[in-house]
């Protein structure tokens, strides 16, 4: 019976591969030799890369790379801020301000047409050329104010009185400055943070900046504009204009120190931009957000 089976099962083989090729695969051959050679090599460049890695970790160790960076090497967090309770008081009475009125009122602005949107602050922007170019003279960047005038009288001109950026076309890029960044260059101290209503963050040498601003814009007064009635409502308008083009909200985060973010990121961002302004000065680098003295 087995002999049988053993019978049938070949005929079914040799009858359903009499239409196909058969390939007999060989197991290759046993080479012990070889094989140890290329693991003898395996293991000589694995030790090249363990001897190559230690060689690194001593130099570091010697000194010879850059040290890690350390929680040291991380800018402070401290603030000067005395009038903290005051400057609370400020932000919320900002943040109900924005929200009940600014907002609304900017919303409302964006729903202009594109084209007079971008008109207006163009022309805002224009006119700020003219405060830049006092403050460069006083920094003694003169070469930064000749760029700035020129801006102004492009614009001016061909620029329909700055409705349009053409100066901007001409690749002659905005660099805008003021009288907190003049008293920076003049070794000026940052000093206490101070959120001023309305305006929002700022510092006290940069809120004595706001006025000195102010006084040179009353004081050359272009085209009569900042006089008068006309000055009241320039000054509504490009408020509204700027606040339009400010993605910020006040809470949306609805992180519990948001005021804490916000004054930091503030007094950073205006120590960074003192390092940069003294940046051929050593001497004028500070490194905490207080008066030298503190």
Request: with cysteine; net charge neutral; hydrophobic share 45%.
């Amino acid at each position: 019976m087995r002999a049988a089976h053993l019978v049938a099962l070949i005929s079914v083989a040799l009858c359903g591969c009499a239409s196909r090729s058969i390939d007999i695969h060989s197991l290759p051959a046993e080479t012990p030799a070889a094989d140890n050679a290329v693991a003898a090599d395996n293991a000589a460049a694995l030790a090249a890369v363990v001897a190559t890695a230690s060689e690194e970790s001593g130099r570091q160790a010697a000194g010879d790379t850059a040290p890690p960076v350390t929680p040291a090497d991380a800018p402070s967090m401290y603030t000067y801020d005395p009038w903290e309770r005051f400057n609370r008081f400020n932000y919320r009475f900002n943040a109900r301000f924005d929200e009940a009125v600014f907002l609304p009122v900017a919303n409302g602005y964006r729903r202009l047409p594109g084209p007079v949107r971008s008109g207006i602050h163009n022309f805002f922007g224009n006119l700020s050329e003219i405060d830049s170019v006092a403050n460069y003279i006083l920094q003694w960047r003169l070469r930064l104010g000749v760029r700035s005038l020129g801006r102004f009288a492009i614009n001016s001109t061909l620029g329909i009185a700055g409705l349009f950026d053409v100066a901007n076309k001409l690749h002659i890029a905005p660099a805008l400055t003021g009288f907190g960044t003049t008293l920076s260059k003049w070794g000026a101290h940052p000093g206490p943070y101070l959120v001023i209503p309305f305006f929002g963050p700022s510092t006290l040498r940069d809120a004595v900046g706001l006025l000195g601003d102010y006084g040179l814009s009353y004081g050359i007064n272009v085209a009569d504009l900042y006089r008068g009635v006309q000055a009241w409502a320039l000054g509504v308008t490009n408020a509204i204009d700027e606040r339009a083009n400010i993605s910020f909200r006040y809470y949306a985060t609805g992180s519990p120190f948001e005021y804490e973010t916000i004054r930091f990121f503030y007094v950073r961002k205006r120590l960074i931009e003192d390092e940069g302004l003294h940046k051929k000065d050593p001497a004028m680098k500070r490194d905490v957000a207080k008066p030298a003295g503190e």
